[in-house]
């Protein structure tokens, strides 16, 4: 069945960094586009940042660009968020999802979220 695992959250002071990862399984990874979206306490959920089947085309929430990168490997069915200077605003719990494209279009899928808490 369709699996998306992510790891990688924790706890982690202000200007600290953390990467995290999201293993996907039962789907054709390579043709769908990887999002990691967040959702802090009070909040809703939003798109932190995204990148094409291919990996060609990213794009991040103006809020992390700079300071954030994704990344995928389609050969090891991964997605990676690397997370550099972070800052308590970025506390949260990430979540991976995949949206299919192509003859996948309308497949949409999540992973159950990891916690990133940032703070002295």
């Known amino acids: 069945q369709v699996q998306l695992v992510e790891s990688g959250g924790g706890l982690v002071q202000p200007g600290g960094s953390l990467r995290l990862s999201c293993a996907a399984s039962?789907?054709?990874?390579?043709?769908?586009?990887m999002n990691w979206y967040r959702q802090a306490p009070g909040k809703e959920r939003e798109l932190v940042a995204a990148?094409?089947?291919?990996?060609?085309?990213?794009n991040y929430v103006d809020s992390v660009k700079g300071r954030f990168t994704i990344s995928r490997d389609n050969a090891k069915n991964t997605v990676h968020l690397q997370m550099n200077s972070l800052k308590p605003e970025d506390t949260a719990v990430y979540y991976c999802?995949?949206?299919?494209?192509?003859?996948?279009?309308?497949?949409?899928?999540w992973g159950k979220g990891t916690l990133v808490t940032v703070s002295s």
């Open positions: 999802n995949a949206r299919g494209t192509g003859s996948y279009y309308g497949m949409n899928y």
């Open positions: 039962g789907f054709t990874f390579n043709r769908y586009v």
């Open positions: 990148i094409t089947s291919a990996g060609n085309g990213i």
